[in-house]
């Protein structure tokens, strides 16, 4: 037997700004990022909006069109394409024939951009169309919710769901920039603007306690949408997430999930409810069932299990909602267990928490336990809502 | 403004094995692969087989069954798929869909394999399928022709067609392991045994001179199919190629395409023909055109182009091939430059030679000239065919 080898490495680097305003004439920061990488190749820029902000904010594509007017480093292609936003856009695979279309009417070449601005699941369908587009156009994303701002919209991964599957279909493929908006958040409702704090929560309890120190200490202000506050969560929760995929395993070929914690649940029950529980807020449910789970078995004090649960409760997450209740072991979100497996390939690996910033990972659960633990929460509901939150 | 800042560089690492007989029983090389890579999780192995592979080699299906049924450290998957193949394998999207499918039908996940047994189109279309199936299933690439194992079945790009767009649908993702086995190579039939010589005499001609005196001296042989000569040829073909890539610019985020020499033309004619004219007899064709424009620019002497178009006609390439003729300014194949240069994006980069081995960018072409390099090209094959090869 003979054989060659080869091997290389491949740098990604990029940036995720935090602005307000970005399509303001006089914000520099899209402008300077395209004078920063000079060409001599003609680039184009191709938009893609979310339905959602493009209703929200009617002035955006007149505001997008001023901007490349004034700034031409790229050239604007003149049509804008809107979108459905939501997760029924990445179930819609003529969206993504549209995408691709749009790519061979205009002619956007791997020198030419597109840029998405939407909540997670437009920036998956987008960035999945550009990722494959000449294997890779560049994408810039611009996401306009919490959640993605401070997480979905900011890593290297991108998808679309095939017969219901999530993310069946997709690639790594990081940005060429994120841009965060905070103006954006200002239209999202209050369910929105809540549902991305819970990835704050799981980052924090599993990487970091000081931040979930913070967090408890400013639920009040993240309620009352104070805008300082959630701008300090969104930015601290990225850097979170960024420290990690660049870490660990950009790619995940590894098996262990440790950002997914309490997803297994969550997963399963944005699907059993049709999706009318947000992303958000099915991580706020999975997480205190499974930092139920560990104080069940003797990881977590009962003490740092009721401070993560007063606190979903103070930021007003519904975490005793009857889809993630788990009556018996034929419970359908017990499901979610081993469609969690299959998705990882090989064997479960769930996170769970020794201590408030800290994660571990087992490889079993048991199902008599999680209906203890679904019950548990059920209980602290319904003697805790309205309660203060303990000193500590 | 503020901002963070991501960065983190992914490695990639494979290798490219050469051997007879892959899947007699007795032959360590697949089963030792596995064995080297344990896993804990359950790794299954979905065969896809180009049609006319399958045709050639009726105890294939039959031997790949023996194999695993010995070694089992890889679950395979008992129905094995057979697609048309050839370049229409890569413009019928139904081929991409039931790949898809069988992913999901099998539950093929991230830890197990997709393989491909194949000439190059086929390995592209499996390997675009494999790359964004739960967004990069491991593929195994085992090329069966020596285009394949020498060039294009070897390095870290997939696609296919869309809308009669070459590879307008791709992605850059490494093969777990590329597998050559020379038995392949006895059923192929003259035309496809020689064509894939011509990505030889290309990265020879741009890369290494001693490579090219070898081929000049060896035309003999390879167009009597001697086996020995013909795995040096393409092992050491796959060696210089690997070696670009890795050195470079793995996924070619530049405009430079050096190792498409010879290519502009090439892609144009395959298509004009219809692809009647073979990916490797249209290279043959391109890199007479582009040698014998670097010797009009002065780059070049005639002497060297001379031997370069000498060794072309004794490998049996068609070098006047009507389709490759320019008459005039309005020549459809002109039409393959400003092609080439779209693909690329940016500006018109192409490499033409300054010597036996050596490789130079230029970013245009005159017309005219190249007019005189078609006229040339047919002058000399109607003056030399059949004619020793010149010493040197």
Redesign the interface.
């Known amino acids: ?19 307000s305003s970005l399509f303001d004439t006089g914000n ?2 899209l402008a300077n990022f395209f004078k920063e990488k000079p ?4 680039r184009k820029i191709f938009f893609v909006l979310d339905k959602g902000v493009a209703d929200a904010h009617p002035n955006l594509v007149t505001s997008i069109r001023a901007y490349f007017a004034q700034h031409s480093d790229v050239q604007l292609i003149n049509d804008i394409m809107i979108v459905p936003g939501g997760e029924a856009s990445k179930n819609d695979t003529a969206l993504f024939d549209q995408l ?1 279309e749009a ?2 009417v205009y ?1 956007i ?4 951009y597109i840029a998405a601005i939407g909540g997670g699941a437009v920036l998956d369908l987008v960035g ?1 169309a550009a ?6 156009i560049k994408h810039i994303r611009i996401p306009t919710t919490v959640l993605s701002q401070n997480d979905s919209g ?1 890593g290297v ?1 991108n ?1 679309i769901n ?2 219901g ?1 999530k ?6 493929a ?1 940005p060429s920039a994120v841009l965060n908006d905070d103006q954006f958040l200002l239209t999202l409702n209050d369910r929105d603007w809540r549902s991305g704090i819970s990835e704050a929560v799981k980052v924090a309890l599993i990487k970091d306690p000081e931040f979930f120190y913070w967090i408890e200490a400013n639920t009040a202000q993240l309620v009352a949408r104070d805008m300082d506050t959630m701008n300090y969560l969104i ?1 601290r929760c ?2 979170l997430h ?1 420290n990690h ?3 660990d395993d ?4 590894g ?1 262990a999930r440790p950002l997914d914690f309490g997803h297994w649940s969550a997963h399963k029950l944005e699907q059993l409810s049709n999706f009318s529980v947000l992303h958000g807020e099915a991580v706020a449910m999975g997480i205190a069932l499974d930092s139920t789970y560990s104080f069940l078995t003797g990881m977590l004090t009962e003490e740092k299990l009721q401070r993560i649960l007063n606190v979903m409760l103070h930021l007003s997450f519904d975490i005793s909602n009857p889809f993630i209740q788990i009556n018996d072991t034929e419970s359908p979100i017990l499901r979610g267990l081993a469609e969690f497996q ?6 479960l690996t769930i996170t769970l928490l020794t201590d408030l910033g800290t994660g571990k990972e087992v490889h079993q659960m048991d199902h008599k336990l999680l209906i203890e633990a679904s019950n548990y929460v059920l209980n602290f509901t319904s003697t805790h809502a309205g309660l203060p939150l303990s000193d500590h």
């Open positions: 037997m003979s054989y060659l080898e080869q091997s290389f490495s491949v740098k990604f680097e990029y940036k995720i700004y935090f602005t520099p920061i060409s001599e190749a003609l691709v790519v061979n002619g070449d791997r020198h030419s999945y990722a494959v587009s000449h294997r890779g900011i991964k998808g095939y017969k599957k993310n069946f279909l997709g690639t790594f990081p930015k990225a850097q960024l995929i660049a870490g950009p790619f995940e070929t098996s299959e998705h990882l390939g090989g064997k």
